[in-house]
């Protein structure tokens, strides 16, 4: 009998083993439920009726052959309850890591990887300003807006359990084993919450500090001031920089203090109680490491948008463009959709194109049949940090505006951490002080105050955009746009254009401005130092910096500064981080180029020439001086050095994947940025060198004005001039490539080392570390930061996230880096992928009916009878 | 019950491929009921262990037919993102098929012989 019963418990134990072992495996690939089942809802081609509780009317979808969605709706809750739908079916899974990102729950579905994410989100609030925003729409403002985020969430929720109903959600969801939660109308208020911490959760404060400490600890207080305000002058002098609105006189007051002031030193950062640059530097890798989970909408200070007047254009409309540069991720941060409100008789009341956030559900960038609009992030500083005298319990701090100790606020919350199939939960202490969330790590302590933790009301602003008719309209709606604040580009059928920095600011109070810095710097929380006015801030779209119609015919942006102290008296206030001047300067030497040239008008052709232009003005700029630099020295080069040399000569500073002279270039740039800062950043402490780049070629220019920046500090006896700092980066960057493209027996001669080898494609999906197949392919690109199709880095994670040309006299276009569907199986995933590389867009129609849409598939949405 | 450990593989591995995609409608766990019942039907071991073998990964093969049809492109697109998957989800499906034939055919022996011993005992 025993043996009898060999067989029996042999097959049991091996099925039970499997079962325990391999159930995660078995789950994704079920024939039935796993990720094959995914490929069902891929494409969404034929015809089909799909019922649904809580449509009010029958809504059409009809899904062009880019995936991209045209809903034709009857009202504007049924568009949005439909735009919902069909997100959550092509977005489902980022717009729910969105959310939990925001509101500090990645770990639920992640586990311990995403703990400090959580936390870190957690202690910044995020949440505070949904629910506050939440707040205001429940207590009856903009009663549209609520009505549209709940009809988009109950979109989103039918989307849901059809998916569930039918076995085909996300593909990630079977992977990890998860289930989806149902979407709350807040959750996209958490969404605008996140991108809004992407384009304006900034460090730079802390940065500022921590190197105005550093060299003050290294060289002394005089010494380290004049050196931070040689490389962050609070205006660079004007042949490397580039306002928005072109100086109209010579440079206010403040610009004379470029270089090394001659004035005694009137700050010291070792005054301020906010811990030592060592100690901060957990603290700022702790926010970067929070941040990289948020890269999908983390502006890295880039994107161009630019508009021009009819009256330069062929058509005889204007046009306008942007490309906002985003990460690059997988799926792409955008979803492109084409929305319609039909009216008695099928006459369009709104008829709108663009692209949104996924879980948002309005048109965030994109036209209408009227006006067309474009964002470039302004680097608003809407953040500040406030440090504390504490008492000797460490548990209040003096507020001398009150003039009394106060006693730090403490909550409790549960971050539930995924471990297996369980959620474990871990309780954390959160602190806040008068102002706002109490930073509390690595004996560093200071709290955060961020426009982000009001009620801010963009998302009603975005709305009304959608909806406008004209000027009037959309100068009423900028008025409710608060944060993220944005270079808006405006463009209308009447031939209006126009450019505002849209945004709230703060309008600082107690304190001194007798230097920028002073505004820039972490404030004194027990002196009162840089309060919020909250009864009077800066508001769009009179008190922002703006050009309505200017008569020379177009407006260029590019996260550049706005304008002079002349022009704009408050410009301090608003932001100091602008990028450089490259891109700019690139698109306003195009379009004039191209309007004193044989074409001498524009048109969506020459806008999507120069949305692709990879001039490097950092290249053609710096260049000359390095060439020269290695003909005087030339006696110390070797052979490969020489060879390398050859491939500069002649280069017309493009940045092209089939050359070699952009990867000698680049290596050769890092190389020296290095060499010319990292001996006195090193002193100083610090790991990073984070340089306004233009600056370092005004040092080129003026060698006398960074003469002490390129002494090597570490050789006392000997002091280099630019020249020999030059010459010695380019050897390093001739032995680094050499390193880099060879290999132990090839060795490619310089003509080989093409950019293509090392400038490549880096967009990832979220779990790509693990599921290679759910990235893009690695593509070489041309470009590179600072050019006008700026592509920085070797592996490219960042860049235009979505190329958008609207004509008003003329077809309009656009492209987004990938392609619409998040579903990996979907002929959509990465349909546009190729186009976006290539510089190829496709048509931007809007067409009046289902009918005109070129269209692959057709849903009917119908209503199933009763809300849901 | 007829038929009950007397089918053939002619038999058995048609009734074993529709057992499977039926159950496979519940998801993979169920499939190991449907093996169980398989092993039960069989008149040996050894067409258990095939029918289930077999029976399993045609049925599911069933599914990616079908998805063959309805969704050509996306089909196409999943078999060159992850051609192996294809092949390991069969050989889950072949060893799930194996074990719970076995199994099945196993328990219904033992039982039969149990109550074989039983009835002689009782005589």
Redesign the interface.
Known sequence: ?KK??I??AV??I??IL??YF?SD???M????????????P??HTGEKTIRLRGLEDEVIVAWDKWGVPHIYAKSERDLAFAFGYVQAMDRLWQMDLERRLAAGRLSELLGQPAFETDLFFRTMGLRIGAVRTWGALEAGAFPELKAALEAFAAGVNAAIKDMERSGTLPVEYKLLGVEPEPWEPIDTLLVDRLICWGLTGSLDSLYLYQLLRGLQGAFGDEVGYRAVKSILPPDRPLEVDEYIIPPSSSPGPAAKEHGAPQQPCVISAREMGLGSPKSLFNVLKWWEDANSYCSFVRSLFASNNWVVSGALTASGKPILCNDPHLALTVPPTWYEAHLVVLGEGGTPLMNVRGVAFPGVPVIVIGRNDRVAWGFTNVGADVIDFYYYVWDEGGERYWYGPEGRWLTVKHDEEIIWVREGKKLVPKTVVLNFTIHGPLVERWGVRFAVKWLGHYATLEAEALRRYNWARGLEDFMEALALFQLPAQNHVYADVEGNIAWWACGRYPNRTNLDRSDPLKIWLPYNGSAGEGEWNEEDWIDPPDEVPHLINPPWGYIVTANNRPASTADYPLVYEIGWTWADYYRARRIRELIEGYLASEWARLRAEIMMAIQMDVLSIPARELVPYLLSALKIHEDELMALEKEAQEELVGWDYHMRAGWAAPTIFAAWLKAFVDAVFKDEFSKAGLEDVRIPLSMLEYFVKHPEAGAWWFDDKGTPNVVEDRDTIMVKAFKQAVEELRKLVGTERTHPPPSKWKWARVHRLKADHVMGSVLP?LNYPRLPLDGWGDCVNNLGGLNVGSGPSWRQIVDFGDKSYCVIPGGQSG?????H?ADQLELWVRGQYKAMDMPATPDEVEREGLWRLVPAGGRP | MKGVGSLGLKVLLPEAVVLFALA??G???IT?AAGLLVGVLASD?RKAAVSGALGAPIG?GL??IA?RM??S???L??LA??PS?LA??LL??L??GL??A??G???T??IN?LTA?YARKEK
């Not at chain 1, 690939?29 to 069902?40: E, M």
């Open positions: 009998m009898q019963a067989g029996p097959s049991a091996l099925l499997i079962a391999a495996y078995l789950n690939l079920d024939p039935r439920n796993g990720i094959w089942s995914s490929v069902l891929a494409a197949w579903n990996p199986f979907s002929p995933y | 496979e409608l998801g993979w766990p190991i071991w599911w599914y990616f998805y309805l969704a492109v996306a089909f697109k999943a993102l992850v998957f390991l989800t889950f499906g060893i799930l074990l719970s076995s199994l055919y196993f328990l022996s033992l012989q011993r």
